[in-house]
């Protein structure tokens, strides 16, 4: 679970359980509905059971039929100890927490098997479930497996400055990134992966960005971690700012400053202030978004792993006349794939893209992945303007329109290029408008 539209859907789940449990009349179901598993004892697994354990007891009250005493959480972790990164102290603090609540809490134990509607761990216990919670472990985006990059766990080989060795213009960050912590000496430590780290990694890695197009040092990224916060819900919670151990209450209001300071705008800083006093006040509210609710949820429907740029699909697209048309971009998690040159507008959605189009950076091949960057490209700098020698920018997904004309259609696409159709495309229904404009204008991709 990384998204929120993954955390969205899972409350959405567990309270579906409890209603479909008190509309059952078979005590089975009932029981394998009523019975959820979190995989993960570390901060993402250890959040989540605590949470919705807290929120379905709570929900549970309007649901008369239902006996709580058969709701059961199962929180269960390879590891000997939970949350090991907090220390022994706080570790056994939280675990004491949630064993108070009625959590029941396995550790040195995975799942050996898991089915529609029951687990079966490694200890030999089965668990008739509907809800099984993975959170073990923070892997990569699956695309950086595809680029024969070195990785180390995953992740990709960095150095300090975050740009890949022997890729130039090549960045990663944040889960995609194996960045090494100069703060603890660089002596084979990497920054863990989490938010604190990478929004300050973003920062740094635009203005390397920034730096390579106008061929100056690189910046090493340095950060003294701020410590670690766990919110257990309720007024429970266990947090180490700066060394500092905290529990309970202090820990919660440190827990719930940090990411409330940590929210972009005051708008949205007073929304979440507003909700949590509200919350503490007439508590939470159990209605049911209905995300996802009709279709099976994959991995895919949350973070888009089948809409990537293939080596086939960057084969046909780097096919031109010329080093200009062979800028293709790709990003996930961090990732700024392409080269950004002074004449060329590599635009991947990521930070890269942005930096280039606020410049002006002059461009007959703009590729984009369909993400926030299409917008930036159609605010070019005043000075010097994108020249409109080829289609623009056309992906799959948002790129459908372009100053009037729909791209979707290859003969209007043809028209629109004037007999240069050399437009860069990557994924989806633009790539095929790249290839299928060329042949109708009798010019070159």
């Known amino acids: 679970m990384k998204t929120l539209a993954e955390a969205a859907y899972i409350r959405d789940h567990v309270i579906t359980q409890l209603d479909l449990a008190d509309a059952s009349d078979d005590p089975v179901e009932k029981a394998s509905r009523l019975q959820f598993v979190v995989v993960g004892g570390g901060y993402a697994g250890t959040e989540t059971a605590a949470c919705l354990q807290k929120l379905t ?33 706080l570790g056994k603090s939280a675990q004491e927490i949630l064993t108070r609540r009625g959590i ?49 766990r995953g992740r990709l080989a960095v150095i300090a400055d975050m740009n890949l060795p022997g890729h130039d213009g090549v960045f990663a960050l944040g889960d995609a990134g194996a960045v090494p912590d100069e703060a603890k000496g660089g002596d084979g430590a990497i920054c863990p992966p989490t938010a ?9 890695v635009a203005e390397n960005v920034i730096a ?3 061929n100056q040092p690189l910046k090493k990224y340095v950060h003294k971690d701020l410590g670690l916060v766990v919110d257990l819900g309720g007024k429970d919670a266990v947090s180490k700012p700066l060394g500092i151990e905290l529990r309970g209450f202090p820990a919660q209001v440190v827990a719930r400053g940090y990411h409330w300071s940590a ?30 609710a009709r279709k099976p949820a994959t991995l ?15 084969g ?7 080093p200009r048309s062979r800028s293709i971009g790709v990003t996930d ?22 930096v280039g189009s606020r410049l002006g950076v002059r461009s007959r091949t703009a590729a984009t992945d369909g993400g926030a960057a299409d917008g930036l490209l159609d605010r070019p700098h005043p000075r010097r303007a994108l020249p409109r020698g080829g289609l623009g920018a056309a992906s799959g997904g948002r790129g459908d329109v372009r100053d009037g004309v729909d791209v979707r259609d290859p003969r209007e696409a043809a028209r629109t290029a004037g007999g240069d159709a050399r437009a860069g495309a990557a994924g989806g229904a633009g790539l095929g408008v790249a290839e299928r404009a060329a042949e109708l204008a009798g010019g070159r991709r």
């Not at 709570?58 to 929180?75: E, F, S, T």
């Not at 705008?265 to 996802?292: H, I, S």
């Not at 004449?343 to 990521?350: C, H, I, K, L």
Request: net charge positive.
């Open 212 to 214: 390579t197009m106008r």
């Open 104 to 152: 029941d809490i396995s550790l040195g134990v995975s799942i050996a098997k898991a089915g529609p509607e029951e687990v079966t761990f490694t200890d030999g216990r089965v668990v008739p479930t509907r809800t099984l919670i993975w959170t073990a472990g923070v892997v990569a985006s699956p695309l950086i497996a595809t680029l024969g990059a070195e990785t180390v």
């Open 333 to 354: 998690l961090g990732v700024n794939l392409g080269r950004v040159r002074r004449r060329e507008g590599s635009g991947t959605g990521g930070v890269g893209t942005g």
């Open 300 to 314: 895919k429907d949350f973070e888009y792993t089948d809409s990537y740029l293939s080596r086939s699909r960057y």
């Open 263 to 292: 929210l972009r705008t005051n708008v949205a800083k007073v929304r979440v202030a507003t909700n949590w006093t509200l919350n503490a006040l007439a508590g939470d509210d159990f209605v049911r978004t209905g995300f996802q």
């Open 57 to 89: 007891h709570a929900a549970v009250k309007r649901y008369p039929r239902l006996d709580p005493g058969l709701i059961k959480w199962h929180l269960i972790d390879i590891a000997p100890k939970l949350m090991p990164e907090l220390g022994d102290k």
């Open 196 to 204: 604190q780290h990478a929004m300050r990694q973003g920062r740094v």
């Open 316 to 322: 046909t697209a780097s096919k031109g006349p010329g």
